[in-house]
């Protein structure tokens, strides 16, 4: 018999404003209690600022799940309010790129995610910090938060991941490299980059940039495309979407449990998908920070 169970009570919130989230509450709701699962409180969140407070609302009240639906954005602004409780976090992919689903090895289907709540396991894992900001997946400096903040909402909810492909070409046009530093607080290394990426999970923007990386290690790693060449980073976005045998020969890695990078000039950061704050940049793990609900028949890498 299993000792921890996941809970069969919940407190559903869907963003209403991501791209599959207005249209799929009402089918997530009815799905997940003819599932088994009761939901005490299931909440349509049209604003995204509405987001936080719903969820923190919810735990304070002692909610023994919250069921998040929508992109990663959404994901990474709450989970982070479920951290540090006796409250079990689990995840609807309603979004784009679903990253952090993927890293979990989660269906990206309605009906498998919810298959994965009602008979799931729970799995405590890490979570990453940058400037007080929790990550699920992962953080970004470069062309990602350029194209993020600036793509058009309408281009993303038609398109998905090819909208993002088209305004990431129009952004190309005017992007620069920089200088990069990072520090573990024993050494430090400067570098020309033109991105850098830093991962909790395996995934960025849908597309798998880590392999067997473990989620409940205590290590952050740091991923910076190095040279100025931007030709250099479109390379490895390619090399990285199809996987090819050389799709590290463009980055530099450091992994460890504390970071401080800075850049020169300073640059936005995004966190999972939101741009929220800028170097420089105190990178770090939240070691087994929450606790999460995962396919049982699949068990994570590492």
């Known amino acids: 018999m299993e000792s921890n169970p996941v809970p069969r009570d919940a407190v559903l919130v869907v ?23 009761r939901l005490t409180a299931a909440h349509a969140v049209s604003d995204p600022a509405d987001l936080v407070p719903t969820v923190a609302d919810a735990v304070s009240r002692g909610a023994a799940m ?81 194209i993020g903040e600036s793509v058009p909402q309408g281009l993303k909810r038609a398109l998905g991941r090819v909208g993002y492909f088209v305004w990431a070409v129009w952004c190309f046009v005017s992007f620069r490299p920089f ?15 033109t991105e850098v990426r830093m991962f909790n ?42 996987k090819l045998p050389a799709r590290d020969a463009a980055t530099q890695e450091f992994r460890g449990r504390r970071f401080v990078i800075e850049t020169k000039p300073r640059l936005k950061v995004s966190v999972d998908g939101e741009v929220l704050t800028r170097t420089p940049a105190t990178v770090e793990s939240a070691h087994k920070a929450v606790e999460v609900v995962v396919p049982a028949s699949r068990p994570l890498p590492g």
């Open 179 to 193: 200088r990069l530093r990072v520090s573990d607080g024993t050494g430090e290394r400067w570098i020309w980059a």
């Open 66 to 146: 919250i069921i998040v639906g929508g992109g990663d954005g959404s994901l990474a602004s709450t989970i982070g309010e479920v951290a540090g409780h006796d409250c079990v976090f689990a995840l609807l992919p309603l979004g784009t790129a679903n990253s952090f689903a993927r890293t979990l090895d989660i269906p990206l289907d309605l009906d498998g995610a919810i298959e994965t709540i009602a008979h799931g396991t729970r799995r405590r894992i890490d979570l990453g910090r940058i400037n007080g900001h929790s990550f699920a997946n992962a953080a970004s400096l470069g062309l990602s938060p350029m």
């Open 15 to 37: 963003n209403a404003h991501s791209r599959k989230g207005e249209q799929r509450f009402e089918e997530a709701r009815a799905k997940l209690e003819q599932a088994g699962i």
């Open 201 to 242: 999970g395996r995934f960025h923007s849908g597309v798998e940039f880590l392999g067997s990386e473990p989620i409940d290690d205590g290590v952050v790693v740091i991923q910076a495309v190095t040279g100025r060449s931007l030709l250099r980073l479109v390379w490895d976005w390619f090399a990285r979407f199809y």
